[in-house]
DNA sequence: TTGTGCATTATGTATGACATAATAAAAATA
DNA sequence: TATTTTTATTATGTCATACATAATGCACAA
């Protein structure tokens, strides 16, 4: 089936350039040939010979894949593979002023998701000294009256612990990839007004519920906690 | 401070090459100008000029960001400003056999977390229709002796439906980036051997507690259901 | 053995040329 | 005049070649 989409896609849409390809054909040489992280492909030179194309073409190929994090190329050594910091990449090209809209809040959406799906992972890695330290974070929780800055810093700390808890690395660098997002969204109009700033569960309940409760507990507590967002989705 | 940052990683990093330091030029001039979706930048040519470099630089400069998704070139209107499908693109360089282990079942543990933190988007935006849809769905459920790819289609059915109802279609891309890697780890040794499978609340029961239960309900609910897939990350 | 320097090699950059496709302008026809 | 066809123009896509640059390894000398 994988094989039939894929003839689909070269048969009826062969509006694709030569460069596509040759990405295309580079791409696959990689997945058949099982080749490892660190091994190295063949000189550009070598690759327009055996393909027919030009050193140009094949450079352009490869740029791509350099791009998208597959290979890194040296000044000698030519090319090798390298495994994709996929996040890391996208993080680059993530710029709020130039996605659209739509996809922003959407990507605002999935904040919220993450933070309420987490509750497991953060109570089967937890260790007492990361409780140690979010109740360090909680005791320097400002007031309302506080700038508004120091806020927005206070709850980067807080949620940022929170996603370094999980052990998931992936999951930190989706974060700082949608932290500029989530300060943008939060501060254009793409959002409903924020009617009343209420703060249902806080910080520091959250911690009381991941010291002495259980992943269901803080689910809802989250949910809760992040009600203010929600509202401001919903109706 | 953004200037002090792009200074320290000019004067501090000076591996940057030539491409590097018009991409970012490139990158800034799309920011500052603020443009818009649609509209064109200069010519290769021009660029090219301005800056003083040669039509090669520009064209890998200009590659790079249409691998990102930044802009769009045709034939003869130049290059335009696109809205980046980041997800789309990054789910062609999202390739099981390339990523590294540990980024594979980080990975995975970011789709249980969704599928679990959905709960209120589901609740908030699903139609009479969408219920209608997931009962006949269900309907066709596979008992455990069927044949093992139509359980998965199944699955995949059921739950790709889950996503879709959630209205977010960034999500829904993110599911159909995670899919193959999904798979993938599940069959892999990657996670502890599956030593009992036992189906917790079923496909049927979810559809219950949408009709008729809470976000809360939902949750709860998911979790038990993807209690299989948990048991093989945890101990 | 250690270090310096040179040769080699593969990518990085520059330049010029032509192909191709999309658009606009001009010409031809009804 | 209106409409279609042809032609010209333009900007990207592809090719070819030459040289710059940096990393690697080898040879030679201290």
Known sequence: MAINSLMEDFSS???????????AKLVQLLKDQKLNVGDSIPKELELAERLGVSRTVIREAL???????LIESKKKKGAVITSPDIFGIISKSVNPHILDQATLKEMFELRLMLEIGMADFIFQ?????????????????????????FNIEHEI????????????????KFQRMLLPVFDYVHHSGLLKKQVSIKRFVSHKGLVDIIESGSPEMFRNAMRNHLENHFSRLFE
Do not use: C, W
Request: cysteine-free; proline content about 3%; overall charge negative.
């Open 125 to 149: 890695r937890i260790t007492p000294a990361d409780i140690k330290e979010l109740k360090q974070i909680v005791s320097k929780e400002p007031d309302a009256t506080q700038d508004y800055l």
């Open 63 to 69: 740029l791509r894949l350099r791009v998208m994090g």
């Open 13 to 23: 849409l062969d509006t694709s350039s030569l460069v596509d390809k040759v990405e």
């Open 157 to 172: 700390a807080f949620h940022g612990k929170l996603y370094e808890i999980t052990g998931n690395e992936t999951l930190k």
